[in-house]
T-cell receptor, first 113, second 113 residues
Framework: GAGVSQSPSNKVTEKGKDVELRCDPISGHTALYWYRQSLGQGLEFLIYFQGNSAPDKSGLPSDRFSAERTGGSVSTLTIQRTQQEDSAVYLC???????????FGEGSRLTVL | KQEVTQIPAALSVPEGENLVLNCSFTDSAIYNLQWFRQDPGKGLTSLLLIQSSQREQTSGRLNASLDKSSGRSTLYIAASQPGDSATYLCAVRPLSYGQNFVFGPGTRLSVLP
């Protein structure tokens, strides 16, 4: 596609529900990243994929968070049993190879009531 | 551990002024450095990417320099406009920490008409 696409753009859920956030990277980009940005805060790294494998999962805040990537393309970030502190904007980015330019999507804004 | 800082945290200037934003990083072993802008409620937009072997990059009214040995980069914005108002972030891709970018906290710029 022309850019990194994320869906949904906005998600409101109740505490304890599971949510899935989707990222469709730029076609041909092998590296994919997930970040979280809380209101007024900086970027918090969550996970990095190279192809379908995730060499760096160090940023996932708890075992309620998981992510997968299939076909070297689309990635899904899943948050189980959501908590209010999970409310944030979840940003996805991709790059063409290991050391290329990073491109971001518009983000998915998650609100947990 | 690589750390990235940005000074100032916030800046307000009248329209037409030339300005400089600063980015410092603690470990000079980097692949590249990238500057982004972020508008409120939006994702990050890539402005300039400087590879570790380069000294500067230019795009329109923007010029970014890199002094790897001193751990510094500057983003120069010429003839600022109200549309330049945004948060500007720099990020480095370290050699030693896999493929994960390290982001600075950003400089919030306001250009007053």
């Amino acid at each position: 596609g022309a850019g990194v696409s994320q869906s949904p753009s906005n998600k409101v859920t109740e505490k304890g529900k599971d949510v899935e956030l989707r990222c469709d990277p730029i076609s041909g980009h092998t590296a994919l990243y997930w970040y979280r940005q809380s209101l007024g805060q900086g970027l918090e790294f969550l996970i990095y994929f190279q192809g379908n494998s995730a060499p760096d999962k160090s940023g996932l805040p708890s075992d309620r968070f998981s992510a997968e990537r299939t076909g070297g393309s689309v990635s899904t970030l899943t948050i189980q049993r959501t908590q209010q502190e999970d409310s944030a904007v979840y940003l996805c980015a991709s790059s063409p190879e290991g050391v290329g330019e990073l491109f971001f999507g518009e983000g998915s804004r998650l609100t947990v009531l | 551990k690589q750390e990235v800082t940005q000074i100032p945290a916030a800046l307000s200037v009248p329209e037409g002024e030339n300005l400089v934003l600063n980015c410092s990083f603690t470990d000079s072993a980097i692949y590249n450095l990238q500057w982004f802008r972020q508008d409120p409620g939006k994702g990050l937009t890539s402005l300039l990417l400087i590879q570790s072997s380069q000294r500067e990059q230019t795009s329109g009214r923007l010029n970014a320099s890199l002094d790897k040995s001193s751990g510094r980069s500057t983003l120069y914005i010429a003839a600022s406009q109200p549309g330049d108002s945004a948060t500007y972030l720099c990020a480095v891709r370290p050699l030693s920490y896999g493929q994960n970018f390290v982001f600075g906290p950003g400089t919030r710029l306001s250009v007053l008409p």
